[in-house]
T-cell receptor
């Protein structure tokens, strides 16, 4: 199956700093990638849809300036959490859907101190 | 609108017990239905899917049938193993209908623990 690589798997940062999470499609090209956030004991919540070469589409309630998404190539999408605060601590997961099947990265656990 | 309702967990079963995890949905149009599994420390994996009414998805002994009349997609397995311990997510997907391609909606997940 398709492989989606996400990096880093975990990151700890100080409040006020920015953190970049990378999501790569290793064996296919992805014009669209999805970014999810998972709160403990809750479902994945779609944050935004990343579109190669154009602006991302954000879900209602997601701050565009807080969660910057860049999809500069067909194999790489990045999510930058800007000026992170403790409430941004969460599990972030990216995915792509070649051929209508959803494949996920392994996720990034972000802890903001 | 689109939504997925999944039975609350956690679920604890003895090895070789029968498993059912209920999933119902509301949807516009004609979605595909999926079950995903998340093993400890790993990302989500596709377990099985069904793309139209009355289709049965199956994999690794798990089965689910797309029931349009009851808007359900319950996950079943006849005899669970300790290695099946994981979190299971039911999902609804509109493939290719949204402006950005595909769109998925997930249930809250059901944690399953199988004890020897």
């Amino acid at each position: 199956g398709a492989v989606v690589s996400q990096h880093p798997s975990w990151v700890i940062c100080k409040s006020g700093t920015s953190v970049k999470i990378e999501c790569r499609s290793l064996d296919f090209q992805a014009t669209t990638m999805f970014w999810y956030r998972q709160f403990p004991k809750q479902s994945l919540m779609l944050m935004a849809t990343s579109n190669e070469g154009s602006k991302a589409t954000y879900e209602q309630g997601v701050e565009k300036d807080k969660f910057l998404i860049n999809h500069a190539s067909l194999t790489l999408s990045t999510l930058t959490v800007t000026s992170a605060h403790p409430e941004d601590s969460s599990f972030y997961i990216c995915s792509a859907d070649p051929e209508g099947k959803l494949f996920f990265g392994s996720g990034t656990q972000l802890s903001v101190l | 609108g689109n939504s997925v309702t999944q039975m609350e967990g956690p679920v604890t079963l003895s090895e070789e017990a029968f498993l059912t995890i209920n999933c119902t949905y509301t949807a516009t149009g004609y979605p595909s239905l999926f079950w995903y599994v998340q093993y400890p420390g790993e990302g989500l994996q596709l377990l099985l899917k069904a793309t139209k009414a009355d289709d049965k998805g199956s994999n690794k002994g798990f089965e689910a049938t797309y029931r349009k009349e009851t808007t359900s997609f319950h996950l079943e397995k006849g005899s669970v193993q300790v290695s099946d311990s994981a979190v299971y997510f039911c999902a609804l997907g509109h493939l290719g209908y949204s402006p950005t391609g595909n769109q998925f909606y997930f249930g809250t997940g059901t944690s399953l623990t199988v004890i020897p």
